[in-house]
């Protein structure tokens, strides 16, 4: 069974940083598209960031481009975010979801983890 852990949420400082991370298990880690979304309070869920079998293969909302990074880590079966110059705006629960290559939707979720950023 595949388990997406998330970690490294918390309160920062506006212009501050943070870095997430989120651990798999029960999968082979290298098959599967990697995403990480957000949702604020009162908001609809929203994509932040994927990165592709090839850890060359990043997207990113045009919100946070340029300030947030999407990298994995093979051996560690690890997916992180890195948020730089945080603004109030990305207060929100982060998720970390996976899905194998091919298919569209993304099968696997983590149970989040909370970033606030404060002003």
């Known amino acids: 069974q595949v388990q997406l852990v998330e970690s490294g949420g918390g309160l920062v400082q506006a212009g501050g940083s943070l870095r997430l991370s989120c651990a798999a298990s029960?999968?082979?880690?290298?098959?599967?598209?990697m995403a990480w979304f957000r949702q604020a309070p009162g908001k609809e869920r929203e994509f932040v960031a994927s990165i592709g079998l090839s850890t060359s293969s990043t997207n990113y909302v045009d919100s946070v481009n340029g300030r947030f990074t999407i990298s994995r880590d093979i051996a560690k079966n690890t997916v992180y975010l890195q948020m730089n110059s945080l603004k109030s705006e990305d207060t929100a629960v982060y998720y970390c979801?996976?899905?194998?290559?091919?298919?569209?939707?993304?099968?696997?979720w983590g149970q989040g983890t909370q970033v606030t950023v404060s002003s």
């Open positions: 979801a996976g899905r194998l290559s091919g298919r569209t939707a993304y099968d696997y």
């Open positions: 029960g999968c082979s880690f290298r098959a599967y598209i």
